[in-house]
Each structure stands twice: as C-alpha cells, then as structure tokens.
Antibody
Framework: QLQLQESGPGLVKPSETLSLTCTVS??????????WGWIRQTPGKGLEWIGS???????YYNPSLKTRVTMSVDTSKNQFSLKLYSVTAADTAVYYC????????????WGQGTLVTVSS | DIQMTQSPSSLSASVGDRVTITCRAS??????LNWYQQKLGKAPKLLIY???TLQSGVPSRFSGGGSGADFTLTISSLQPEDFATYYC?????????FGQGTRLDTK
C-alpha cells in the first residue's frame, strides 16, 4: 500500500523559506510511470498545483510560483522536497504531496496534508 | 492558464438521488480531465481520470463523461458516504488547474 507523508515546520516567518519533505513508503520513487508533486489548498484560492518532479530530477513548476520554488528528489531515501522562498501570509495553506500518473496527470495517491502558517 | 469552472458551486440532495456536476474548461482539453472527492480534513481522493475511466476501487455509481471543454460527473444513486466536495482538474497543460469545487450536502 503506497503511502506519502509530509513533514516540516508548521510555522514559518514572513520572508523566510518554507521547507517540506514528502516520504514515500510502500513503493519506489524511482518508478518511470509517475511524477511526484506538491499541491496546496487555501479557503480563498482553492487547490493550486505547485509543481512536479521526476525521479531523474526533471521539474515542472507553476509559472506563478516558479521564481520562488525549488523541488528536489532523493531516491536513496525515497523522498522528495519542496522549498518556497520569500514567503508571505498568502502562502499560508495546507500543503499536500502526491503521486501523479505520467500519462493521465491524475494524482492517485496523496499525503494527508500539512498546514503551514506564515506569521511572525 | 486554463480556467476550470464547476457548476453548481453547491448542491443539496438526498440518499438515492441521481446527481450530476458539470465542469467547463476555458479551452479544449481533449479528455485530460480528472475528478476528485474531498471530505473535511482529508486529502482529495481520485475518482475518475481521463474524463471517464474509473479509478480502481471507486464504486461504479460514479461515472464521468465529456470531451473538449465540457465534462460531467454523475453519481447514479447517492449514498451517505458521498456527501463531500468534488473537484475537477485539467492535466492537459502546465500549470494543471482545478475547479473551485462543488459542495454536495444532504437535503
């Protein structure tokens, strides 16, 4: 049974960097059939796709966040990570990691989500 | 970005009802359309991908249709566990975008 689990600080100060890690268990992050992605959800903007990464390290970012986002993958640990720089209160959200089918682009497994609040 | 618009935004129905939710894309997305169900405090759950293919383990009362820019999600006979919020998502182009959601509650 594939499981994804987000981890990282729940509180980040404005202008600092939000860092989250997603640990994948029950399956390999090195599968050629999937991307691994981050999605966030706020009451105001709903669900927003942040970006995806392939096990090779290829990345695809939402253009609206591209200048502030970096994703990385560590196949030895079966983990992938998100860094969002220069955060503001608008980045307060529930952040989800998910596995995305390479052909259909659908997210078939999601982590439980983690609330990140940006506040001083 | 491709805009996804769902209707209605909210819907009240009863157990046993047939319910249809519509999703419209701002341009043609072929059949690159996925549907999710989300319950309060939980992650979205994939129901349908490729506009009409049922994800493994999803009950057959759920069905999806459409192509181009107009899509539907139908629940043939509502069950108590189906009261939730439903989202469509286009995976045709980057960035992938979601509809604003349709909240389905009990009448």
């Amino acid at each position: 049974q594939l499981q994804l689990q987000e981890s990282g600080p729940g509180l980040v100060k404005p202008s600092e960097t939000l860092s989250l890690t997603c640990t994948v268990s029950g399956g390999s992050i090195s599968s050629e059939s999937y991307y691994w992605g981050w999605i966030r959800q706020t009451p105001g903007k709903g669900l927003e796709w942040i970006g995806s990464i392939y096990y090779s390290g290829s990345t695809y970012y939402n253009p609206s966040l591209k200048t502030r986002v970096t994703m990385s993958v560590d196949t030895s640990k079966n983990q992938f990570s998100l860094k969002l720089y220069s955060v503001t209160a608008a980045d307060t959200a529930v952040y989800y990691c998910a596995r995305r089918n390479k052909i259909h682009g659908s997210g078939d497994h999601w982590g439980q989500g983690t609330l990140v609040t940006v506040s001083s | 970005d491709i805009q996804m618009t769902q209707s209605p935004s909210s819907l009240s129905a009863s157990v046993g009802d047939r319910v249809t939710i519509t999703c419209r894309a701002s341009q043609s997305i072929s059949t690159h359309l996925n549907w999710y169900q989300q319950k309060l405090g939980k992650a979205p759950k994939l129901l349908i991908y490729g506009a009409s293919t049922l994800q493994s383990g999803v009950p057959s009362r759920f069905s999806g249709g459409g192509s181009g820019a107009d899509f539907t999600l139908t629940i043939s006979s509502l069950q108590p566990e189906d009261f939730a919020t439903y989202y469509c998502q286009q995976s045709y182009s980057i960035p992938s975008t979601f509809g604003q959601g349709t909240r389905l509650d009990t009448k």
